[in-house]
């Protein structure tokens, strides 16, 4: 799926503003059409944080802009796109439905040209934004009085995860168009031979278009071909795409009736290749280590919405620390992001929105459509990205149950044929199945996440690495297989100290991550340290989450460091 870009063969327009809003806490509503009154609220952002008393709200919302388009698109194929809307979203153009999708954090895009007028085209999403156990990620799942937290600890709201389940249109909302032919996709997979770059380019394109010219340019190279004779461009001498030096080269693809070009597309390309050898994760042919972090997309008052500014800042602070990496916990995070992590050489574990998933059979049918949906979705919007090492399935998945085997064997399968050039995971937890994880069999690196020193031996920092080092060593003996410590941390309260350190203080975190990040960097099969979290985030509320607050974050919510945020860049950053 390619992203909307301007050229002067393809035109945007961007929708962000204040549009109009109506709850429908019935979910009654027959507003297709349009809707008197409601009020403002600002797109893109999650609605919750913006008006006062839609904090806690998960049901049915409505939304309304109007919008007109520069008198030349008409007659031209025109789209509309969506960032992400979470979680169901309806679609209605001047009274006329024209789609709908199921999902947050990944975009979708229909086609509107036969609909809409130069002026006053009437724009109506309808989003249903309810926590339920055949959704994903799941919630309201049926209590279970035999389990404490589905039981008397059952948080508020009910979800299967640890964030706050944010609704609305919470990235860009575009208008675009596109030529009568055009280039409809393209694919880019790169390898290295020597010092030779090779580039293979596969472009989906209208019928009867003609040819395809491709144009690669950079670091004094220009490479010019035609597609059908060839469509591997091979560079010499290439500049390889790493996070010390993320070398982009410009492809320019444009599409050729006779000697008229009818359509143009230019996409950043970095040449790099990533493999599983042995117990070893390797960058173009070399081990690589990753220090980074789990990250949330959230801010005050945005919820989960699209914060360039926060993008930027993140970025920095991570760059800061002498972090390489991170992962998308745990849902794919907005495409720019994306794009910055290429430009700005930081490696990606790509995540989807499957966190929380249980195998009990109410709804397992659908959760498992939706995880197929998903991957494909993800691995169709982001396969070009260089920064994009590692494609993740799940996160924490409750694989206790005979039916998660096969149900991870499916959808890895799946992703690996979707993208064989990629190392597929699965993330696990501890408490559930340890080493005995089925997923482990199959997935290309093991990514653990792992709290002892906090969930267990609380307040004993020294039993947990323990523990720690007892399990990692077990597990490497028996599946050979390189590990990343996807997740590990403290809750931490910024300015509360106590020496000796104890939980909840800034010395227990500091004294948390280093001891285990030692211990990780004796471990030669471990090839990644990525620490909980970069930031404080917001959660639903329970009595073992202060102010409805994880507080793991090295940065507060505001961003601003603990004491640990200084300790890892003593222990992460390189010498200048
Ligand atoms: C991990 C989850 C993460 C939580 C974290 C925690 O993957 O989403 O926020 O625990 O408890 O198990 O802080």
Known sequence: MLYPQSNSYRQIQDLSGFWNFRIDPDASGAWSAGFEGGQPIAVPASWNDQLNDLRDYLGVGWYQTTFSVPAGWLGQPIFIRFGSVNYLAEVWLNGTQIGQHEGGHLPFAFEISSHVQAEANVLV???????????????????????????????????AFDFFPYCGIQRPVQVYTVPQKAIQDVTVTTDIEGTTGVV??????????????????????????DLDDSSTLRVENA?????????????????????????????????????????????????????????????PVMGRGYVPAVMIKDFELMRWVGANSFRTTHYPYAEEMMALADRLGFLVID???????????????????????????????????????MWSLANE??????????FFRELYDLAKALDPTRPVTVVNVGMINGPDEPTFEFVDV???????????????????IEVLEAELDATHAKFGKPIILSEFGADTLPGWHAEPSEMFSEEYQTEFLTKTINLLNQKSYVVGQHVWNLCDFKTSQAVFRTAAMNFKGVFTRDRRPKMAAHRLRELWRKEE
């Open 397 to 406: 998945p409750f694989n206790n149950d005979e039916k998660a085997g096969p």
């Open 446 to 464: 093991l990514c653990m996440n792992r709290y002892y020193g906090w969930y267990s031996q609380g307040g004993n920092i020294d039993d947990g």
């Open 351 to 389: 995540e989807t929105q499957a966190v929380g998933l249980y195998f009990a059979e109410h709804g397992l049918e659908r959760r498992r459509e939706l995880c197929h949906q998903f991957t494909r979705e993800l691995i169709a919007r982001d396969k070009n990205h260089p920064s994009v090492i």
């Open 125 to 159: 999403v309808r989003v249903d934004g309810e926590l339920a156990p055949d959704r994903v990620p799941p919630g309201n799942i049926p209590p279970d009085p035999k389990s404490p937290f589905g039981g008397f600890l059952r948080n508020f709201p009910a979800n």
């Open 200 to 225: 293979q380019v596969a472009v989906e394109h209208s019928a009867d278009a003609g040819q395809v010219r491709a144009t690669l340019k950079g670091f004094g190279t220009e490479l010019v071909q």
């Open 239 to 299: 500049a390889l795409w790493s996070p010390d030096q993320p070398n982009l080269y410009d492809l320019t693809l444009e599409l050729l009736v006779g000697d008229t070009i009818i359509d143009r597309y230019t996409l950043p390309v970095g040449i790099r290749t990533i493999q599983v050898a042995g117990d070893q994760l390797l960058l173009n042919g070399e081990p690589v280590q990753l220090t980074g972090f789990g990250r949330h997309e959230d801010f």
